[in-house]
């Protein structure tokens, strides 16, 4: 429903918009799908945040480029009490929004944009609340209403958070996606009009492209945003030409119709390094992939159901296949190269006999039925989820377990996932900020448990205690410990089965200059120029 409105605000603009009639300085990026939409703050997928909070937005404090490290963003300083309860941000003054889709600012950004951005998820009696469906899957997942206690303007450039209990990733968490800053003022405008549905739909924000036009299936045009409080971008116009198939937008770059594309098919990656136009760009992934079990549903609520499933999948001939090099097999919940990652955790064997025994001794000698969702899109840590899903299908035949491979449309297929419709569903997760709690707790905590982020509906008080433990201490050393023993629990209790960790690569032209790969999986392209 969103995405067919945005459709319609936004689409007919584009009509008489062509390729070749791009100015010089053009980048057009070949994505691998359409938006879910226009504000970040509803969703919860990359390809969503690349459309809007990484180009149209910005947030308090952001990542240094290439780092999970945080710097100055809307907020030029910040101080934390003793106890970890009061964040007080000092804000950046002379930042301008857009002045796009016939709204023209007449102030800049201040207090008053921060407060009705975090009122607007935190308070049900807040106007915006329910507009647009008022699901704010991040937001509530990782347990902010809870942990917010209130948002209190100071003074015009002072904004202090007052929180319930300290939180150790508080400030790497206002550099998420969700985060990202709206204009209060435009938010007045649409109410008085009746049209606040249109802040969703026809994005304002302070980021560094302002939104052009958006046909679905096809493209996605913005322009650089010439007051941009960093400076103007270094190219003019960034498109978006939206190619659903990884060997299309290869052959797409190779014709050089783009000079950037998302997603490669594991196979081309050899061709497009010995390609003398190409720049592959790789480094290990801040990713796992995994298949998690609806443990709110039988038989998959049994524990020795689970860890028959788990034993009777072969992981290394999936990531073999799929990857072809380009991935490891998972352990744990969290991929090694973040800190806390407990190395000491065997993994289970591939073990059909052992399942066969496992699946007898919970009642089902005879397996059951259920199904696996294959998601629609590649990512890094899921080039082919339905590959992934034919493989899995085959090894649950060999005990018994005839599985039904499931899928819809993106958007669609999240949003049922976070209905819990699903009793076994394929997907993965890209880190936003670096900290393990962004993946231990944002996806196996009580708080994300029907919502888009704990799709395994797993809520266990041990697990839990352990993450709340962990965020009301600064000392990473303990932190580290503390999450070591919820890796612990998580194998022990098997709500998924982790699959792989895979190295990321993004190719190029090499036309393309100042381009770096993000750790938390975005496409930046502000720095970025074209030679």
Known sequence: ??????????????????LPALA??????????????????????GTTFDASSRTIYSRLVEFKPGTTEVEPGLATSWEVSPDGKTYTFHLRKGVRFQSNFGFTPTRDF????VVFTFERMLDKNNPYHRVSGGTYDYFNGMGMPKLIKAIRKLDSYTVRFDLNQPNAAFLADMAMDFASIDSAQYADKLAKENKKQDLDLKPIGTGPFELVAYQPDSMIRYRAFPQYWRGKAAIDNLVFAITPNASVRWAKLRAGECQIMAYPN????????????????????????????????????????RKALYMAINKKAIVDAVFQGTAT??????PPTIWGYDQSIKDYPHDPAEAKKLLAKAGYPNGFETDIWAMPVSRPYNPDARRMAVMIQSDWAKIGVKAKIVTYEWGEYLKRLGQAEHRTALLGWTGDNGDPDNFLNTLLGCAGVHTTQNIAQWCNKPYQNLMDEALQTTDQSKRAKLYEQAQVIFHQQVPWVPIDYSTVYMPMSKKVRGYTISPTGGHIFYGVSLE
């Open 266 to 305: 594991p196979t081309d990656i050899k061709a497009m390094q010995a390609d003398k136009s190409i720049e592959v760009l790789s480094q290990p992934g801040l990713n796992v992939g995994y298949l998690a079990f609806n443990t709110e549903k039988k038989p998959l609520d049994n524990v020795e159901v």
């Open 1 to 18: 429903m969103r995405k067919s409105i945005a459709a319609l605000a936004l689409g007919a603009s584009l009509a008489a918009f062509s």
């Open 24 to 45: 010089a300085k053009t980048l057009v990026y070949c994505s691998e799908g359409n938006p879910n939409g226009f504000q970040p703050a509803l969703y919860t997928d």
């Open 110 to 113: 201040d207090a008053d944009d």
């Open 329 to 334: 097999v998972a352990v744990n919940p969290m």
